[in-house]
T-cell receptor, first 110, second 116 residues
Framework: QQPVQSPQAVILREGEDAVINCSSS?????VHWYRQKHGEAPVFLMI?????EQKGHEKISASFNEKKQQSSLYLTASQLSYSGTYFC???????????FGGGTRLMVKP | NAGVTQTPKFQVLKTGQSMTLQCAQD?????MSWYRQDPGMGLRLIHY???????DQGEVPNGYNVSRSTTEDFPLRLLSAAPSQTSVYFC???????????????FGPGTRLLVL
């Protein structure tokens, strides 16, 4: 089942902060975050694993609440380059399929 | 390294035609996958492979076939194109292991397909 992302869209001014949420009805082993700019391929941001381990982008922070089956991506002091669509993905138990959420569109204005 | 490459970039097909979307990677990754992305939507998994000779179905496999004869290549075949298959298709590869849990996926640039 597809994870649910919120909000669906957000508009920010440069320097403002945003939080993007991802929730699942299934137990999670890991949550993956990607950003996609218009007309381009998704690009990896980070992976959050059970037990608190994280892999990925140094300038982006995120949290993973295993009990609530939720993850949040924190974008602080946003820059114009942060604009794009953010997707979370959750791995199945076997670790051979990643199911993506519907995405959150972020627009950062000057 | 070229990473993940896909050809063609754009394709227009008529209903009922067949075609193959090519995908190759030079990172010696075991795991490869195909996704489709419809306008304003997320990515949906079509098929995946955990190594040469091993393929399996994803969320939306109907109307598509795959094979994996080498580690590097993972072509996607549309058997009889339908307008509902109009989409952007992304190939991705990931890891030298067979599990995605801890691994990054590297996406190709995509193929934009229009079926008339």
């Amino acid at each position: 089942q597809q994870p649910v992302q919120s909000p669906q869209a957000v508009i920010l001014r440069e320097g403002e902060d945003a939080v993007i949420n991802c929730s699942s009805s299934k137990a999670l082993y890991s949550v993956h975050w990607y950003r996609q700019k218009h007309g381009e391929a998704p690009v990896f941001l980070m992976i959050l694993l059970k037990g608190g381990e994280q892999k990925g982008h140094e300038k982006i922070s995120a949290s993973f609440n295993e009990k609530k089956q939720q993850s949040s991506l924190y974008l602080t002091a946003s820059q114009l380059s942060y604009s794009g669509t953010y997707f979370c993905g959750t791995a199945n138990n076997a670790g051979n399929m990643l199911t993506f959420g519907g995405g959150t569109r972020l627009m950062v204005k000057p | 390294n070229a990473g993940v490459t896909q050809t063609p970039k754009f394709q227009v097909l008529k209903t009922g035609q067949s075609m193959t979307l090519q995908c190759a990677q030079d990172m010696n990754h075991e795991y490869m996958s195909w996704y489709r992305q419809d306008p304003g939507m997320g990515l949906r998994l079509i098929h995946y492979s955990v190594g040469a000779g091993i393929t399996d179905q994803g969320e939306v496999p109907n109307g598509y076939n795959v094979s994996r004869s080498t580690t590097e290549d993972f072509p996607l075949r549309l058997l009889s194109a339908a307008p509902s298959q109009t989409s952007v298709y992304f190939c991705a590869s990931s890891s030298k292991t067979r599990s995605l849990r801890r691994e990054t996926q590297y996406f190709g640039p995509g193929t934009r397909l229009l079926v008339l």
